[in-house]
């Protein structure tokens, strides 16, 4: 008989950032949970250059092959592997992928990976995917910086290493009035060897650079998703259990992968659903209906044609409320990057050319520290739009002026200068102010606030309950560089939002397709009725999804059976909080649905 | 002998008795008392004796197909003082099938254990053993062995446990049952 083997498993250590590192510190009984970032092959999408289809493969433009090579092959698909090395032993029995949501990278799914492999003992995997344009981010300059801290011997080392790689992303401007590192000069821009061997800085792509992203929308996205669930298949067998799932607008991209008929052929159906064995929505209620604007075929057709021309409508999302993500993204990885070495210094990033501008230098006029900026930007009580909140402390030594929510924004703080630099209190602390004492709308404010009673499950969803801080902002800024990082720097909206407009069924679309060409077309939603997986949705009390209800258009809108739709509700957790808490109060409830699903396939 | 603990690095701490909800309308049998040969054997080092209790739940008996069951109790104590019990933070943490011939599969074992200064949970994948049936389907008996490295000097630690109802007819299907699982018994112990 074979015997199953296993590691000992004890309290998490410091992990090794990324890839299959050497042995970890700390002796026996030290985990050895590991982090990959793997980029595989993907569907191949016949525009995508590297397709090889003569004709209709788009060209790579000159930034592009500046980022990944003169040649490059863009059909690959990359995720974010969490795992226990374990030689010898068997394969996990089961592997989860999720995908992140809006302007979410796959490190975002970090912490709960680590849990979950941890938990499980490397029973199970975590593959926590990337969308396409991740191989697009020009991460040279924090790769370099990260390097020369590496290297560092002193603090003035790794501060020049900080302001290289700012000058990559963020350089002065040449009229002098933003001086970042305060040294009374311009200096030039970090230049670093790009993929063609020319010596650039930042190789940050227009619109037209990424043309061939009119081909990347929802049918692109699940084939490439459907290669990995495939390729989880063949690792776990049959008797093995695939997981599909994603967090805020993730699960809508769970939902619609579940939905999809991947067999051009209309007689013949090879839905998503079928080729995993549930489906767990983080934060989000998946997919809804169609809306009454979504193109007929003709149309259809025509508005991809559209976001593939030159000068077309844009293909990713350039700037969110005057928030533009390729800067975003950069900035972040710097700003964690520093969070982490220099975490009592003035912040860096704060004394750049964008940050010195609005949006940013509205919330985040008062100096901060390298680490009190990143909690300033991400925490539930100082950012002002829910769906980036993560709960991690507080700061209280000056003045919070209260916003009241109002458009867009959630109410939030907006910190006020001090003689100093505004510094954090972390998550555990026990001196963050919590109300009472303290009044929401009066400095310093609330940490703690109560948001009162629990409505129905059936109410319409809405924040309620005690608020927690979870979050290690420790946590929050070592994920800031991975490679599968926090921030999404072209977040595709071009031909996601066309597709989006048809929800979770284009059947509509599909016929008038089979009518014109005897193919399903390019967007084939029609198996949601019969999606029948079992669901597990997992809300935020203080997130964006509140109630049960806030899962309920979904969940009432496939076939799987009542008594295998489960929804957990965590108190006092910010949309964030369900993927970066430590001691996740979501893990118990999520390990023992895993663990149902792998009893299950027994039978 | 040498102790669970020390391959662990830490002194002893007391036995810890956790229990969880066997499947809904199940059948409950137990506590099994852990008997000998149950012992954990390090590649390294000396052997450690088991004793304890096992209760257990099955859907439906007699067991005539693949049938639910799970491990409802577990309280065993190593000889060297390491205490092993279900995790708390799971909700159903042995949670498995048995066949109609007994052999059962535990997907993922979830045990909390407590060895002197060491207070943790331990997850063991693919746990396979065999239940023992009785008069009308009972289960009588529970054996298994598995492995589990402990990344310390000690090596592999094979750990046999075979627990049953106190009757001589009882002993003799875990003597089978040692048999059947091929485990490794301690020479100190099959003297």
Same mark, same amino acid.
Do not use: I, K, R
């Given at each position: 008989m074979t015997r199953s083997r296993w590691f000992l498993l004890l309290p998490l250590l410091a992990l090794p950032s990324l890839g299959p590192a050497a042995c970890p510190s700390g002796?026996? &009984?030290?985990?050895?949970?590991l982090q990959q970032y793997v980029l595989a092959p993907g569907y191949v999408e016949p525009h995508t250059p590297g397709s090889g289809v003569a004709g209709v493969e788009m060209e790579a433009t000159e930034p592009v092959q500046g980022i990944v090579g003169a040649d490059p092959d863009l059909n690959r698909v990359s995720y974010l592997r969490t795992y226990l090395a374990r030689a010898g032993a068997p394969a996990p029995r089961a592997i989860l992928i999720l995908v992140p949501g809006?302007?979410?990278?796959? &490190?975002?799914?970090s912490p709960l990976a680590k849990q979950l492999v941890q938990k499980y003992n490397g029973n199970i995997e975590v593959w926590a995917v990337d969308r396409r344009p991740n191989q697009l981010e020009d991460r040279r300059g924090s790769v370099h910086t990260s390097a020369l801290i590496a290297n560092a011997t002193n603090d003035d080392e790794v501060r020049d290493a900080l302001y290289s790689g700012t000058f990559f992303y963020l350089p002065e401007p040449e009229s002098g009035a933003i001086d970042t590192n305060e040294n009374g000069e311009v200096d030039p821009p970090t230049l670093l060897p790009d993929a063609l061997g020319n010596e650039t800085s930042y190789l940050r792509l227009a619109q037209d650079d990424m043309r061939f992203a009119a081909h990347w929308g929802v049918d692109t996205n699940v084939r490439d998703w459907k290669v990995l669930a495939d390729n989880a298949r063949s690792i776990v067998g049959p008797q093995g259990v695939v997981l599909f799932g994603g967090h805020s607008q993730g699960t809508y991209w769970a939902s619609v992968f579940a939905a999809?008929? %991947?067999? @051009?052929?209309?007689?013949v159906v090879d839905a998503g659903y079928s080729h995993v064995d549930g489906i767990v929505l983080l934060e989000g209620g998946g997919a809804g209906g169609p809306s009454a604007s979504a193109p007929s075929f003709a149309s259809y057709q025509s508005r991809v044609a559209s976001l593939a021309? @030159?000068?077309?409508?844009? *293909?990713?999302?350039?700037?969110?409320q005057g928030i533009e993500p390729a800067i975003l993204g950069p900035g972040a990885e710097l700003a964690g990057l520093a969070g982490i070495h220099l975490p009592d210094e003035s912040a860096i990033i704060q004394r750049t050319t964008v940050f010195q501008s609005p949006p940013f230098s509205l919330f985040f006029a008062a100096p901060a520290d390298n680490r009190a900026l990143i909690g300033f930007f991400i925490d539930d009580d100082f950012q002002p739009f829910t769906a980036f909140r993560a709960s991690v402390g507080f700061s209280a030594d000056g003045r919070n002026l209260y916003s009241p929510p109002g458009g867009a924004f959630a109410a939030f703080y907006v910190a006020q200068p001090n003689a100093d630099l505004r510094r954090w209190i972390d998550y555990d602390d026990p001196a963050l102010p919590s109300c009472p004492p303290n009044t929401f709308n009066v400095t310093p404010g609330c940490a703690l606030l109560n948001n009162g009673p629990r409505p129905l499950p059936t109410a319409t969803p809405s924040n309620w309950g005690n608020e927690r801080e979870v979050t290690s902002l420790d946590d929050i800024l070592e994920i800031q560089?991975? @490679?599968?990082? %926090? *921030?999404?720097?072209? %977040?595709?909206?071009g031909r996601s939002n066309l597709d989006g407009a048809y929800g979770i069924n284009s059947s509509a679309l599909v016929a008038q397709s089979v009518a014109a060409t005897g193919s399903e077309g390019p967007l084939v939603l029609t198996q949601n009725a019969n999606v029948n997986v079992p669901v597990l949705g997992i809300g935020g009390s203080n997130g964006l999804a509140p109630l049960e209800s806030s899962f309920a258009t979904y969940l009432g809108s496939i076939a799987t059976p009542a008594a295998d739709k489960e929804v957990l509700i965590v108190e006092g957790y910010a949309h964030l909080d369900v993927l970066t808490a430590r001691n996740n109060a979501a893990l118990p409830t999520l390990v023992d649905w895993i663990n149902r699903q792998m009893v299950k396939k027994l039978f | 002998m040498r102790k669970l603990s020390r391959w662990l690095s830490g002194p002893v701490l007391a036995v810890v008795c956790l229990a969880s909800a066997g499947p809904a309308g199940a059948v409950s049998f137990g506590p099994l008392a852990v008997a000998a040969p149950s012992a954990i054997v390090p590649d390294m080092g000396p052997t450690e004796t088991l004793s304890g209790s096992i209760t257990l739940s099955v859907a439906s008996v007699p067991v005539l197909s693949p049938t639910l069951f799970s491990l409802t109790n577990v309280s065993v104590l190593a000889s060297g003082g390491a205490s092993f019990a279900l995790d708390p933070s799971v909700l159903s943490p042995a949670l498995g099938v048995v066949q109609a011939t007994g052999n059962f599969l535990i997907p993922t074992l979830f045990l909390h254990i407590v060895d002197g200064a060491l207070n943790f949970d331990l997850a063991v994948p693919n746990v396979a053993g065999m239940l023992f049936f009785g008069a009308g389907g009972s289960v009588v008996g529970i054996a298994s062995s598995f492995e589990i490295d402990s990344l310390s000097p000690a090596g592999i630690l094979t750990v046999n446990l075979l627990a049953g109802v106190p009757e001589p007819g009882t002993a003799l299907l875990l003597a089978l049952g040692i048999a059947a699982l091929g485990m490794r018994v301690p020479k100190e112990i099959s003297r």
């Open positions: 002796g026996p &009984g030290a985990t050895f949970v809006f302007l979410g990278g796959a &490190g975002t799914f999809y008929d %991947f067999d @051009p052929d209309p007689d021309q @030159p000068g077309g409508p844009d *293909v990713f999302l350039g700037s969110f560089a991975l @490679p599968s990082n %926090f *921030v999404e720097w072209y %977040f595709l909206s | -």
